[in-house]
């Protein structure tokens, strides 16, 4: 019975003995863990900025308009459109602007704070009369949009440079910024562009 005993206290100091050995070396490879990643941190290391949509083929926009009363966006709450905004289809007749958008979204995938990103965006006229943009307006004041002009003439276009500064206030994680323009065009008065990132703490 004794040795039994005996036995039994041997096992269970054994056991002991093991979960505090796991125990450390679990802590000892957090405290590795945590120590590279400050490391890397105070080195300057960032993270790739690893942009998940495919680019747009300059080769098949169409040619750059002349710059005309370029237009820088900015948040600006009391112009910022209900959406949806119902288009007004024309006959096909009638002469008319008509926007196109080889690209509408972006997704910058995961990004560091600093420095800020952007993306240009083409807005195109295939249309038979002059597109004019009256506005554009961004969905928070970390996001900026300039137009290079505000009047595409047809069979143009016009370029607008989207910049996200993520250090603006404290953002982390995924963050969705939207851009609108405000056109002449009846199928379109309202055009919304999207771009999204996983912005690194």
Do not use: Y
Request: aromatic share 4%; glycine share 4%; hydrophobic share 40%.
């Amino acid at each position: 019975m004794k040795s039994t005993t005996t036995r039994s206290t041997r096992s269970q100091q054994r056991s002991k003995q093991a979960d505090a050995k796991f125990v450390i070396v679990i802590g000892a490879l957090f405290v590795i863990i945590v120590g590279t990643i400050v490391l890397l941190n105070r080195m300057g290391a960032q993270p790739q900025v690893t942009p998940n949509a495919a680019p747009v083929d300059v080769s098949t926009l169409l040619p750059l308009a002349d710059p005309v009363n370029p237009i820088r966006g900015f948040h600006d709450m009391p112009n910022i459109p209900q959406m949806p905004v119902q288009g007004q289809a024309l006959s096909a007749d009638i002469p008319q602007a008509n926007v196109d958008l080889p690209l509408a979204r972006w997704d910058w995938g995961t990004i560091p704070r600093k420095p800020p990103v952007e993306k240009t965006f083409p807005i195109q006229n295939r249309g038979n009369q002059p597109l004019l943009i009256t506005s554009v307006v961004t969905s928070c004041g970390c996001t900026t949009a300039d137009l290079n002009s505000s009047t595409i003439p047809a069979g143009q276009r016009a370029d607008l440079t989207v910049i996200f500064d993520p250090n603006f206030h404290d953002t982390s994680g995924p963050v969705t910024r939207i851009v609108w323009l405000s056109t002449n065009d009846p199928d379109m008065p309202v055009v919304e562009l999207r771009l999204d990132a996983n912005v690194s703490p």
